[in-house]
């Protein structure tokens, strides 16, 4: 049973190897579900459920004696009782009816946890079905692998409780709760052929990423995506007390739900077998309204009215089939089953006895054969293949990531013969490279921005689609229906979260938002560059394309705004995640962009992100020279400083990020024609993760080519687009680091103009100026006069702008054309 | 009308001078509000309406003329259009109802302006009332003054587009759109006398946090707490295209609203004066629903279940009363309006006729009387004194604020004979003080804790206070019900929000929460910050208590949970605000947690991130020691280390941290064991923002100071808690900044014990042995050895960890104890 080695093993599964009758991509879905369980069945949802909760409760308890082949002792329990029980059986008894809807109808379902915590529920899952030993053969299905499956759960070298990247079947890790259904809605987008059941959890159930989710509804084409069938699993409480959607009226749920838009279908109870018999019909229910309302719309049968998806609220209780009570407490049905009902198992003979009749409740000796395999009754109930949920190659999207079409960006190019003589909107560009890429690929690429995608000067991709919108649209809506695939909606969280469901069942996008609110959902950025991170470490889980996070209407444009859209803070959160997922970009024209986010669009697992702002700016490269100054990351431009490279340069002016750029090239333009012997150098930085130690990240320049572009020893005048903080902490352990003197964002606050926000946050030319006069090593005559000159004009400034609420002419105007 | 200096003015409010019949505290609300206009009344809201749309439009648009006593040209006309039209009209018609309310009842209220992009609308209002005037002076009730309101709009030195800090009346941006019902919430809390309307645009209701806050009234007691009536404005647009809330079936908005729990009254129309005698009279029916819940609970006939509280819904054209359509467009009623509808006015006569026509259509010369200032019939719509919203106390909610009453920390203290010998869980003895803060102080102290504060060893406030739950209870649930005032949801964005709506009118509170999922609202530390940041910089504004964020469940505890649980990021996003608002405190234990908890509680106007795990750990300083050690912020722990402070250690070593400090003194005692003739120094850092040199931060050591601790050049092994970047970053421009190694929190992700994770992230005792052993300039003999045996002793334990499931005792019992 060992299996293949993991990495053929998995793919296997690129060929489907399907039991039931596996639908094809698009195809009208006609089968139905049987509404009622014969007795056949009936013993296997039984049986493979007593099996999914006896592996549940085995691997938070026990270290020996898997299949209780004798009575249970002190030493057979595991120092340390990790694990959340609470959740778990109804998660199982969900997997166990859908296994069965599955085989019927050869439905391609992926199932997302909710509740993540409820891992060995999951965990046990994916070993009843044989996924598991495939994948880690040395968990294999006998005695042996039970025991390793038991001890690796929460443990040294083991697995996380959650459902988490090692977990076989899993896009979710539920971990930080919020966004089971982000996740579903963005992966059964343009994938016709796939339902995601999302259980939510009545805790999840209360955050804000959640109940801001509900409405993906009113995005989801049902002629070209997918289905997702929302489990609500109400079991009443959380950790320590009762939940909200618990404890509220039920009419309420019900109105709340509706009001979203769904069709709520109902089960309660916790009795047996009744409850199969319930939840059976009503999954039938469900499934039969998913089938209808997407035979109507691929059958031509549908007015365009958002359809009323189904939705089931399951009521169970709480560590439902645990123990009743223990030391004289209910149990379960409360908050104390959330975790381990049966505490200091080891010292205390009264739960030893417990824990024991709890497991052999479960009758093991019926559920696993001689070897300690599961029975034939149990591994009759998984689909075959890459049917079952913990094998879909959906849930393991690299497996069916298919290459973008992306044109050749070049085309795109903005005309620069010289630097910094034309403005150019740079994002308009990228948006017309992106109307193509839609063009080229209309079931593998989409956008997601929170309604700012025109304001982003990315409007050109609706010449090709429309947005997204599956409520009423009138005669004065613009470029909006039902048969749009640009995804707006006001909230990062769901812009965020479809884009990482898309991505990780095998598709691209892009995420384009504003600077400052991209901290709205910097955690999830954080827990997806986890994922990845973990992710990389599986030769089983196939790269997914990466996460592109494009950052437009930044802090220095925010001038008029004032201080709540004023954030450059989503790169320092970025900056904290591994080197081999993290990658941060801030090209500063055009045809860099272009060259970035072609990279981009091509990568597979990183996290990248893009900051450049969607105002008019100069350009500074021709696309040529855009592309080389991109592929090494970092270079001198010689055109914009005095400095010959024959010798060092008195003063090294490097800067990162659009406007500071600008600024730095107009300083150096200053100290050119007013100090001409004076060496001044000027660097651009496009990726930022050059600038660490080779050994920090990937990206870092070997220590020559760093001492190439800033010496060994001159000091650096370094104007970043970012807090300050970043590039100090990404020159640690370079050559004597303490020499770069960094200006960037501060907080200010200041209501200003475009130039007057440098002047603010002290960035601006004159300061870089006075600046590089301040920490050069040697002055030629003139320095001084030359910052006294620069104190004038911003003295000049400051009285312009308040009288004339603009920037002088001198500087709105600046360019180096001559 | 210049009045006296702002500071002076705003003081008055601490003595009401209520024209109405002001309420007192808890007073049951009898008055009602008449549900008809007469016609004086309907002739008053109509002018102040049409002076408030007028001043709007002159923000946006003028730089000259504000009276238009002359034909308007081009001159006259801003060079940047900058501001958002189509949300004003809408809040400044709730305003004047609002108004008129307060004036017939005596109801203390304030606004809250949920799309705050409709900053001119509120700023209008407050210079209507008066109250801008008498705030800054300059902008005088004449026609000096009202050009000076127009041109400071979005300008240089001037004010932000939004609902701002310099906003009179407001405690809430709008920036980020998602957080103006739980600062509402928040706000009435324990304000039973309040009444706080929050207007929900129908963008922001897409967003997460927005969605998952219409629950706040599950935590709302009618009988301690205030009332909050939101009034979801639908419009039907965003800046760019139809919400989904503004096309859905408006029975769906009225099921969902109504499944939130909530008594849905509508108003809908553009009609005038229809409209303005619609909404008085739902207002009207929505006050007597208030007053009634309010009186039953408070008169004793409440039967304790939760209230339906009335919510209005208001359906109106997007830029009501503006142009309807430009250049053949539609403008009023669509996206189109959103921010400035007639643009190019400067250089487009027809778009300048346009203006003019709109604007002279509110009749400025009825408004405004020969000096410029508001007529009589718009100044009698505004209430006496500080009943005027924009002059509510409440909303300046320092004036209000009175000081805990905080017990004598020293009582909670672990005693402590001997540095590290005993293990306390150090939270237990915070959730004591905090117990007896919440008996003490029943009316101005909160605990907000995403339903963990038993986990997170805070329970003992359970004996004072239950957790507030508007929902039914059963016979099953401990400490919870409708009196309790600990907030727990599982939302860490209502949680955060509430706080900051306490915090803001000037009530006392911590949020704990944990570590990893502190990240969910980094965004909302990040816009709290920036606003305490601006309000320093007004006079007027009363410092308000501080907002206290305490993480436990850190990630060096959260070994078993997996990658999801362990992330030290909100550091990072702190160490972004500016010094004045900024402070991070990691207390190594209980006596030093108590001692910056009381400071931090007795602080003003500061985000207060205090760090510190909840699970046993070992205790380091008596009470004396360890408020010493506060005070100072860091310092040497002479007997942890061999240095005698005659010459420079060999080697300092650093920490800052619990988990983190507990192996540093351990690394030490090897050392001092096995190398008994190395000299190293031990340093504890507990207030994080010594490290930055005092011209980056207030708290920053002198470089006197600082010397004395690292010394000026030998190499500082520093063990930190969070990534190792925030050090780096902390540290620069420090004598020789380079010599620090910093080991911190690496993403790892491992499944380990305790001790393996500090192993996994290479800040274990061992390697920090190593690391001395690799940095110190002077070695004695055997250091060579002692590294090998350090790498013995890491091979050993990974052996021991995967067979045992736990640490190896001698590490997981370790202790000074001889």
Redesign the interface.
């Known amino acids: 049973m060992s299996g293949p080695p993991a990495l053929l093993s998995f793919h296997r599964y690129r060929q489907p190897r399907s039991g039931g009758r596996a639908k094809h991509r698009g195809e009208v879905m006609t089968q139905h579900l049987r509404a009622e369980l014969d007795d056949v069945e009936l013993e296997q949802l039984d049986a493979w459920w007593r099996a999914n909760n006896y592996l549940t409760i085995g691997q938070i308890y026990l ?1 020996a004696n898997p299949l209780l082949r004798r009575p249970l002792e002190a030493g057979d329990i ?3 009782l ?1 694990g959340h029980w609470g959740t778990s059986p109804g998660l199982s008894f969900i997997y166990a009816h859908l296994s069965r809807l599955i085989k019927q109808t050869g439905q391609r379902a992926i199932y997302l946890a909710g509740p ?1 915590h409820g891992g060995p529920a999951l965990v046990a899952a994916g070993y009843l079905e044989g996924t598991y030993s495939e994948i880690y053969p040395a968990v294999s299905q006998d005695e042996a692998g039970l025991l390793r499956l038991f ?1 690796q759960f ?9 459902v ?1 990247v090692t977990t076989p079947g899993s896009i979710h ?6 966004y089971v259904l982000v996740h579903a809605f963005g992966s059964v987008m343009d994938n016709p052929e796939l339902l995601t059941v999302a259980v939510v959890g009545d ?2 159930a ?10 993906g509804i ?1 995005f989801i084409n049902p002629a070209r995506d997918g289905a997702v069938l929302p489990i609500l699993h109400l079991n009443g409480a ?7 959607l618990g ?2 009226d039920p009419a ?10 769904y069709d709520v279908l109902e089960v309660e109870g916790g009795d047996l077998p009744g409850m199969h018999h319930r939840f059976a019909a009503v999954l039938a229910e469900a499934y039969d309204k998913i089938g209808a309302i997407q035979a109507a719309a691929r059958g031509g049968d549908w007015d365009g009215t958002r359809p009323r998806w189904p939705l089931i609220v399951l009521r169970s209780p709480k560590g439902w089939t645990g123990p009743e009570e223990v030391d004289g407490i ?1 149990v379960t ?2 908050w104390r089953s959330h975790q381990v009902p049966l505490s200091a198992v080891k010292d205390n003979p009264e739960h030893l006895r417990l824990l024991e009749e709890w497991l052999r409740s479960y009758r093991p000796e019926e559920l696993f054969d001689a070897n300690g395999a599961p029975t034939r009754v149990i591994r009759d109930l998984a689909p075959a293949g890459d049917l079952r949920m913990s094998a879909s190659p959906h849930a393991n999207g690299g497996l069916l990531t298919q290459d973008l079409a992306i044109p050749d960006f070049r085309k795109y190019a903005v005309d620069v013969p010289e630097p910094g003589t034309e403005r150019a909107e740079s994002t308009r560009r990228l948006g017309e490279l992106m109307r193509d890429i839609y063009r080229d690929n209309p079931d593998r690429f989409r956008l997601f921005c929170p ?5 982003n000067r990315l409007g050109a991709v609706f010449e090709v689609s429309d ?1 997204a ?1 599956m ?4 005669d ?3 470029a ?1 229906g039902r048969d749009g695939r640009v995804m ?7 812009c965020h979260g479809w884009l990482e469901g898309y991505n990780l069942t095998g598709r691209h996008g892009m995420f384009a938002t504003y600077e ?2 991209a ?2 959902s ?2 999830q950025t ?2 997806h ?3 990845l ?2 992710s990389r470490r599986l030769p089983w889980r196939a790269p997914v394309p990466s996460l592109n996070v494009l950052l437009t209407s930044t802090a220095w444009r925010n001038d ?6 004023q ?1 450059p ?1 989503l790169i ?2 970025v ?4 080197g081999d997922v993290a990658r941060v970009y801030l090209p500063p024209d055009a045809n860099c962009l272009l060259s970035v986010a072609d990279h981009c669009l091509r990568s597979r697992n990183y996290i990248n992100l893009i900051v450049i702002d969607k105002q008019p700016q100069l350009q500074w490269l021709s696309m040529d020279a855009a592309v080389e100054h991109c592929t090494r990351g970092a270079g001198i431009w010689e055109w914009a400083g005095t400095d010959d490279g024959t010798m060092d340069p008195d003063i090294v002016l490097a800067c990162a990020g659009d406007v500071v750029t600008m600024e730095t090239v107009a300083a150096a333009q200053i100290l050119r024609e007013r100090l001409p012997k004076f060496r001044v150098r000027v660097v651009n930085v496009v990726d930022l993760m050059t600038l660490p130690r080779r050994k920090d990240h990937p990206h870092g320049m070997s220590e020559t080519q760093f001492t190439e572009l800033f010496t060994d020893r001159v000091d650096v005048v370094f104007a970043f687009h970012g ?1 300050p ?2 590039v ?3 020159v ?2 370079r050559p ?3 020499r770069f003197r960094v200006r960037g964002f ?2 200010e ?5 475009p130039f ?1 926000m440098t002047v603010r946050n002290r960035v601006s030319r004159y300061h870089l100026v006075m600046d590089a006069i301040n920490n050069a090593k040697r002055l030629p005559p003139g320095a001084t006069e030359l910052k006294a000159w620069c104190e004038r004009k911003l003295a000049e400034h400051e009285t312009y ?2 009288e ?3 920037d002088m002419p001198e500087v709105r105007d600046w360019s180096l054309a001559s």
């Not at 929460?154 to 959650?162: D, E, K, L, M, T």
């Not at 209360?206 to 409405?215: A, D, R, V």
């Not at 309604?451 to 304001?455: G, W, Y």
């Open positions: 270290q595991k120092p340390r990790l993540g001890r929460s443990a040294p070298g083991g697995i996380p409780s959650h988490s890790e539920g971990g930080e709760l919020g805790g999840e209360e955050t804000g990423p959640l109940e801001g989710s509900w409405k009113s959380k950790i320590a007390g009762p939940t909200v404890r509220k309420e749920v019900r109105s709340l739900l509706e009001g979203h838009g209910q049905g409360t309604d700012e995608t025109n304001s947005r919108f409520e009423p649209v009138t004065a809506d613009v909006i707006e909606v006001l909230s990062e969280h769901n400052a609110f901290m709205v910097a955690s954080v827990q560059g986890k994922w991170q973990e008029h705004n004032g201080f709540s859209h954030g803070g320092q959160v900056l904290t995640q591994r807090y903080g970043a100090h902490q990404l640690h352990g004597d680091a303490d501060i907080e606050g200041t209501t200003t103009t007057d702008v308040v004339h609420l603009e």
